[in-house]
């Protein structure tokens, strides 16, 4: 699968093999400017023209917000995955 974010407000989640949209998220208020997939807890999170980041869970075709992350005062400016144990 690929995510891919654009200033419409929405991230496509697209089933590359099959050429098939699975789903479009949309975005409440600003676009997504950063993505970043964390393999190990099967999300998604967005980096926003505002300032918080968003993280969805991918569940094979399924997809679903499960939190809003706030906590800067301005534009997120980027988003890391960082894999691995603590």
């Known amino acids: 699968m690929i995510a891919i974010s ?3 407000k929405e991230i496509m989640i ?3 093999e099959k050429k098939l ?3 479009k998220i949309p975005l409440i208020s600003v676009s997504a400017h950063s993505l970043a997939y964390m393999h190990d ?3 998604l999170g967005t980096a926003s023209f505002g300032n918080r980041v968003s993280i969805y869970i991918i569940y094979k075709d399924d ?3 499960l939190d ?3 906590g800067h ?3 997120v400016t980027a988003i890391q ?3 691995g144990k603590a």
């Open 6 to 8: 654009c200033l419409d």
């Open 63 to 65: 997809v679903s917000l």
């Open 14 to 16: 697209w089933n590359i």
């Open 68 to 70: 809003h992350l706030t």
């Open 41 to 43: 807890y099967k999300a």
């Open 73 to 75: 005062i301005t534009t």
């Open 21 to 23: 949209l699975i789903t």
């Open 81 to 83: 995955a960082l894999e």
